[in-house]
């Protein structure tokens, strides 16, 4: 059993509060963090916002209470799923709201995303969730709605040059497709990811038994599974400082391939 240390401070519900708010923060600066906590104050769809530590920064607990937020730590790194799992079962204490928003300490925004990913699900009553338009902070897009991933495209991707698998991180990265407007997608990125509250808790959550890595496309593949569907909506758009951290050698590495055999024993090495 995890022990928790948990401290909330109960503020009043925001203008449209419709919307929790949970991030996983793992040794990010306070000072990196602190315009994103900025754009989340100004979220009037906000309802609550939770903040797990997976790597114990003092200066993060005084932060986080210093905003009203709930803030919580189990003392050590639980992994991403395990943490989110925690933090929806707290901001549910505090907050009924329809939305459930997942993201990453690393991104940012100029127009407000929340407001355009809310009005989808509202409209789309099957969509379970929604990720917006993803660019770099020099402005490209980031590819992060997918295929379904292969053992091989994962293989070409972590260890081949760019340009002997482009043709074919093309089509995994659905750059065949236009992004105008919205569509339903194969795989939506845990880096923004909106999610409905009822079909988050009709799959039961992250699972847990991933550490790190893909544990969002697991979480993909369940919702579907229970027919719900999952979209992007290019209208509302982010920026992503991306760090692909699994690409460097040691336990990222590691993490990522035991999250690999863990997701293809579960659900075939067939993608589409």
Not at 173 to 181: A, I, K, M, Q
Request: glycine share 8%; proline share 5%; net charge positive.
């Amino acid at each position: 059993m995890v022990v928790l240390q948990e401290h909330v401070k109960r503020t009043g519900p925001a203008l449209r509060a419709t919307t929790n708010v949970a991030l996983v923060v793992y040794r990010t600066p306070v000072a990196e963090l602190r315009s994103l906590f900025d754009l989340l104050e100004r979220t009037p769809e906000v309802a609550a916002i939770a903040i797990f530590d997976n790597g114990i920064d003092p200066a993060l607990e005084v932060e986080v209470l210093g905003r009203g937020w709930i803030y919580q730590t189990a003392g050590r790194n639980i992994g991403f799923g395990s943490a989110h799992n925690r933090l929806f079962e707290a901001l549910r204490s505090q907050s009924d709201a329809a939305f459930h928003l997942l993201l990453n300490p690393d991104i940012g925004w100029t127009v407000n995303p929340v407001t355009g990913l809310t009005a989808y699900l509202v409209a789309h009553a099957r969509t379970g969730a929604v990720m917006p338009d993803v660019i770099s902070p020099t402005g490209e897009r980031q590819f992060l709605a997918k295929r379904l991933p292969t053992p091989l495209g994962l293989i070409c991707r972590r260890f081949l040059p760019a340009k002997w698998t482009r043709k074919t991180m093309a089509h995994y990265e659905l750059r065949d497709w236009s992004f105008e407007g919205s569509r339903t997608v194969p795989i939506v990125s845990g880096c923004f990811m909106l999610l409905r509250s009822e079909a988050f808790l009709e799959v039961g959550g992250f699972d847990e038994g991933y550490f790190l890595y893909l544990e969002d496309y697991d979480l993909c593949r369940r919702l579907t599974h229970r027919q719900w569907d999952l979209a992007i909506e290019t209208a509302a758009q982010v920026v992503h400082a991306h760090n692909r951290t699994s690409y460097s050698l040691g336990r990222p590495l590691w993490w990522h391939i035991r999250s690999a055999i863990r997701y293809f024993r579960r659900w075939g090495i067939n993608g589409l």
